[in-house]
């Protein structure tokens, strides 16, 4: 799969805020939490860590990377609820990972993800991806249990995107 990638804009900011996923996966709508909406909305816009991505001109995901101590990136991402659930996921999360090769040769990788999407942490897993341990959190007016995961070997990365 080919893939775009573009410091986010305005604009798509207010089209990923609109995605509505169904089922157990509106744990993920952006309306859900308040909190995550506001910091969303304020901070992506003109930050070099917030990307669109796009395939043949359609808005697909977006991926964020923070940098910490040692170059460790900690990523963030979301796809469409349109491509989710079809096989992509895969490619996606390399072409994420290609691109914050290209921009901060980092050390290693970090993410959290909701500890009930067992599709998404088989995705990561099989992209290198290891748990490192489970915590609470508190988002959306509870508290959720959070699978936090480390990639450190790249050799899953493939250069081609």
């Known amino acids: 799969m080919v893939y ?61 990377f923070h940098e910490h101590e040692d170059n460790h990136i900690e990523i963030g991402l979301g796809m469409c609820p349109d491509n989710v659930g079809k096989g992509e996921g895969f490619s996606f ?31 990561y897993q099989r992209a290198g991806f290891q748990i490192t341990h489970l915590f609470m959190q508190q988002t959306n007016g509870g508290e959720f249990q959070f699978v936090e995961m480390k990639k450190i070997s790249f050799k899953t990365i493939i250069a081609k995107y």
Do not use: C
């Open 4 to 64: 775009q990638f573009k410091l986010i804009s305005h604009e798509a900011v207010e089209r990923i805020i609109s995605w509505n996923y169904d089922g157990v996966y509106s744990f993920y709508n952006m309306d859900e939490d308040l909190e995550d909406l506001k910091e969303f909305r304020e901070d992506a816009v003109s930050n070099e860590n917030y990307w669109s991505v796009y395939q043949r001109d359609h808005l697909i995901g977006f991926f964020s």
């Open 93 to 123: 999360l390399e072409a994420g990972l290609q691109k914050a090769v290209e921009l901060y040769h980092p050390t290693s990788f970090g993410m959290a993800v909701a500890e009930f999407n067992k599709r998404a942490i088989k995705v």
